[in-house]
């Protein structure tokens, strides 16, 4: 079957950095996304990774590995806005798009 | 603006009434989806639409249908609603098979 891993939930403290983990078993694979999606809101774009390697945009990075299945969103210098939900998405050989269930970011002062 | 529109926001329907949930999309995006976001699980698609003219199911199409008579419009029809159907409902579209998704603001429905 399908699967997206995902932590359920993280704590970080307002201008620090956080790292969340993805981790993916799919039939094929067409890229991964991140999504942002805060309480109450439709998700929205934050990136894309298709390569190995590391995306930077802005605060935000995300890191793709192929062979281990695995990506993570990097954020820096928190912001207490960033409280959030994380999504990460991988589009499978049918070019369908498998989420994860979110990891919930909680920012503390 | 462009973007994309889903309507109504929210809903309560009475279990075994017939309810559509509204899609619009301004962007001349090819590809169109359902999902449906349920606490704790990730989003589940429902029915998709590369094109206007094609549809095809998703992961939980039962109890669901769609139409896609024109590129802007993709309505998800309930044709009889059950409890188990309480949702909050995404319509998203993407330019292409390949390109990010974006997303409505969401219909929160509740069958009781």
């Known amino acids: 079957g399908q699967n997206i891993d995902q932590p359920t939930e993280m704590t970080a403290t307002e201008g620090a950095i956080v790292q969340i983990n993805c981790t993916y078993q799919?039939?094929?694979?067409?890229?991964l996304f991140w999504y942002q999606q805060h309480a109450g809101e439709a998700p929205t774009f934050l990136s894309y990774?298709?390569l190995d390697g590391l995306e930077e945009k802005g605060r935000f990075s995300s890191f793709l590995s192929r062979s281990k299945g695995y990506s993570y969103l990097l954020l820096k210098e928190l912001q207490m806005k960033d409280s959030a939900s994380y999504l990460c998405a991988v589009r499978d050989s049918n070019y369908q798009l498998i989420w994860g269930a979110g990891t919930k970011l909680i920012i503390k002062p | 603006i462009a973007g994309i529109t889903q309507a109504p926001t929210s809903q309560i329907l009475a279990a075994g009434r017939r309810m559509t949930l509204r899609c619009t999309q301004d962007?001349?995006?090819?590809?169109m989806y359902w999902y449906r976001q349920d606490l704790g699980l990730g989003l589940r698609l429902i029915h998709y639409?590369?094109?206007?003219?094609?549809?095809g199911k998703g992961e939980v199409p039962d109890g669901y249908s769609v139409s896609r008579a024109n590129t802007d419009d993709f309505p998800l029809t309930l044709a009889s609603a059950v409890p188990s159907q309480t949702s909050v409902y995404f319509c998203?579209?993407?330019?292409?098979?390949?390109?990010?998704?974006?997303f409505g603001q969401g219909t929160r429905l509740t069958v009781v």
């Open positions: 998203a579209s993407s330019k292409g098979a390949n390109t990010e998704a974006f």
């Open positions: 799919t039939s094929g694979f067409n890229g």
């Open positions: 639409s590369n094109t206007a003219g094609t549809t």
């Open positions: 962007m001349r995006h090819n590809a």
């Open positions: 990774n298709v």
